[in-house]
Every structure is written in C-alpha cells, then in structure tokens.
C-alpha cells in the first residue's frame, strides 16, 4: 500500500467571479492584436496588472520615492515604513510567522540560488545528497548541479509517472542519511499537477531533510499557510502574481535564516565593515545587500491587498473551472493530446498536436490575437521524460473566460487547417 493519502488537492468551487468587471481592472486586457481582441492565455509565464498595483508605484514613484533603511529625511522614512510594510503584507499572506523571514530578492530563481549557496552549500560535503524531482523548472535544476559540482554532493531525481505525477514511493525511498535537502515544485509549470507538499514535507521531516518548496506556480492560485506547511524555504516571483516583475521573496524559517551566511555582501547587510572583519546585519537585512526594489514591493503589496479583495478561494474556484472546460474542449480536437493528467491540477493545459510543431501553433494562435507560450517551458528534463521536443500551453488566471478558451480550441482547429 502506499505511503501516501489520496491526493485532494482540488479547490472547492465557490459562487461565480465577476470576471467581467474584474478585466476592466487590467488595462491592458482590452487591446487589439493582429486585429483581434486580446486573448491572454499565457499566465504561467508572467500576469498581467490590475490597476491598484499600476497605480501603488506610480504613487510611490510620484510622492514617497527616496532609498529606505537609510536616509533620516522624510521621504525615505515614508519609502521605508512602505516598504517594511509590504513585508508584513507578505508575511500575513503567507502566515509566516515572523516578518524578518520574508527576504525580498529578485524572483524564484534569486531565492532558489540564495539557499542553494548560503544553506546548502556550507553544509554539503562528498558523497552527500540533494534530491530534487524530474518536473522541476531550470530553476530548480541548475543551482543545484552548481552546488553539487562546487561540493561533491550528488543529485537525485524522484521520477513522475505517465501522467505526471510523482512516484511519491520512490521519493520516499530516496531520503535517507545521506541526503541534506529535498527541494521541489508545489506545482507544475508545465503540467499543472498540484503536489501534495504538506504530506512530501511531513515524510522529509521525519528523517531530518529540510525542504525547499519552489512556490512560483502555486501562489497565485492557491492560498498558502508556512506555519501549517512547515517547509523549511519556500520561494516564489511577484509577476505571476499580478505583481511587477523584479521582486520576488524567499520565506524561510527564522531559525535557518539565522544560521547560515549572508549570499551577497555590500550595503545595508552589514553591522559593522572594518578591513579586518565586517559583520553582518539582523535578519532581514543580512540578506538584502544593496538597494532593494522598493516600488516593486511597494506593487507586490498592492497585488496582494487586489487578490485578497476578490478572496483566493473564488480565484481558484473559477480557475478550477476553466481548467476542467477547457481540458474537455481540448480533448475533443482530434489529433490532440494533453499532456499532464494529475488527479489534482492547477490551471495550466499543455497539448501536442500530431504533426504539427508547438512553436507553429503559437504563431497561428497569435496571429488570432491568443497569447500561448510553446516550447521546452525552462524544463528539458520533464519534456525529455514525457519523450516530446516541446509543447503548447495555455495557463489561465482569474481574468480568463470560457469564452477565450473557445477562441483557443478555433484557433488550434485553424492551425491544423493551416498546418497539416
Ligand atoms: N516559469 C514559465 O513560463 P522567475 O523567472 O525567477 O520569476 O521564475 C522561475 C520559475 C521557477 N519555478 C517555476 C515552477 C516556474 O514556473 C518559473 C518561471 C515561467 O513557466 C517562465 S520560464
């Protein structure tokens, strides 16, 4: 029997979203592309942005802009209160439970290579292991091969079965005393399926292997709680969650944090510089070397307070929607296969067509004004793994309708036309 509880992931569907409404909150939704109205369908590499966040760093920009932590004047010391407070926005809405463990960085990757060096990296020694899982993002792949080559540490990858999910008895099977850190995706940038994350972390822990979550996916379709999960790093980026590109954050336990070495060294991290010895500054800080993206925390705040405005558990409910229609609009186009068929999905649908390669359905697809990513999605291993060269995705957000996802099943019905 397995060691695993059926996976129930699913979010619950709640009262319709007034997505009619909610769009005239994204300006640049309502635009016109090669004659046709704009149907964007390409969430998963980067949202777009409501309003409030539009407006949060013009105001920032036009009123309360100074450098923070530094000056003693009053324009800093607004910037400042801003910026610590976008912290504790984030802190709230993930429930950490202290502010100084939400670390600003640039996105997912920066928060990924940071504990990748600082946790890691001193705590690696030959022989030792890090495991991570076939549908990792580069992101979650190359800091790890850097660290092992730099340590002598090796990796291990917990393999997905044919519809992509993970043997969960094989990861099990891999932790044991050798190995340091389980670092994995909550969900899937290319398939979509959701990981039980709270159950991998409950099972990691009970061997003493800390866990890094690569949330990049998950937090702007489901609600996160770090004190319930208990992964020990859990990283993610602004802009796929209607906040601006540039800022992104590292959750980690303060008790890590506190442990290991600064990443990067220059202002603002230190407490004291001398040429014999610098030391460093109190947690945040210590992390967060030079000037930091402060209206870009000062956006992510506002895309926060935007989603906390329409309720995440109606977010994922229309979400949850989308993803069912259009897996079954999908699936009627013959020729046409959808890859990723976990029991529990976010809103991402990849496809293949026969014959026909992604990059050129994308094109036909833009021509008719839908925005699709095609390709490798920064996951070569998994694409090799499923035995395709790339594929089609169309990931959907709160603002998508069904609408849109009929103008997509037209448009792949013209591409085969065009195409075959
Ligand atoms: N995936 C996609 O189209 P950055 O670039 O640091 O904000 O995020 C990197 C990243 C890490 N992990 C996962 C699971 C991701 O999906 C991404 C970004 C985009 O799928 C761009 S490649």
């Not at 993002?137 to 993970?166: F, R, Y």
């Not at 990059?359 to 021509?367: C, N, Y």
């Amino acid at each position: 029997m397995s060691l695993w509880p059926e996976q129930n992931a699913l979010p619950v569907v709640e009262p319709p979203l007034p997505v009619q409404q909610i769009r005239q909150d994204f300006p640049i939704l309502d635009q016109m592309i090669n004659g046709h109205p704009l149907a964007y369908l390409d969430n998963g590499a980067s949202s777009q942005k409501p309003l409030a966040v539009i407006e949060a760093i013009d105001h920032c920009y036009r009123h309360d802009y100074a450098n923070v932590h530094r000056g003693i004047h009053a324009l800093s010391e607004r910037s400042t209160a801003a910026f610590e407070a976008a912290r504790r926005k984030v802190q709230t809405f993930i429930n950490a439970e202290y502010a100084e463990e939400i670390i600003f960085v640039r996105g997912t990757t920066e928060a990924i290579n940071l504990v990748a060096q600082s946790y890691a990296r001193p705590l690696l020694q030959t022989g030792d292991e890090i495991i991570i899982t076939v549908m990792e993002h580069h992101s979650n792949i190359v800091p790890w091969q850097l660290v092992c080559e730099q340590t002598g540490a090796q990796l291990k990858v917990v393999p997905v079965n044919d519809v992509g999910e993970l043997d969960l008895d094989r990861l099990a099977s891999l932790l044991n005393g050798r190995s340091r850190l389980l670092a994995l995706t909550h969900i899937s940038n290319v398939l979509g399926t959701i990981n039980p994350i709270a159950e991998i972390i409950t099972v990691a822990h009970k061997h003493g292997i800390a866990v890094l979550v690569d949330g990049a996916q998950a937090v702007p379709h489901l609600a996160l709680d770090m004190q319930a999960l208990g992964c020990d790093f859990y990283a993610f980026s602004g802009h796929k969650m209607y906040g601006p590109s540039g800022i992104g954050i590292l959750y980690g336990k303060r008790e890590l944090l506190e442990r290991i070495p600064p990443y990067q060294g220059g202002g603002e991290m230190i407490e004291a510089v001398s040429f014999e010895k610098s030391t460093y500054a109190e947690l945040p800080h210590k992390f967060e070397a030079g000037t930091p993206h402060i209206a870009g925390a000062i956006g992510l705040s506002a895309a926060i307070d935007y989603i906390n405005g329409i309720g995440m558990q109606f977010i994922a409910g229309h979400e949850h929607e989308l993803l069912g229609y259009a897996s079954e609009t999908l699936a009627e186009i013959e020729g046409l296969r959808i890859i990723g068929q976990a029991k529990a999905k976010a809103s991402i649908v990849s496809f293949v067509l026969e014959g026909i390669h992604p990059h050129d359905i994308a094109t036909v697809l833009d021509q008719q004004g839908i925005a699709v990513r095609a390709g490798h999605h920064c996951a070569m291993p998994l694409i090799k793994r499923l035995g395709e060269v790339a594929t089609t995705r169309a990931s959907f957000a709160m603002y998508n309708t069904p609408d849109e996802i009929d103008r997509l099943a037209q448009g792949i019905e013209k591409a085969k036309k065009l195409l075959a």
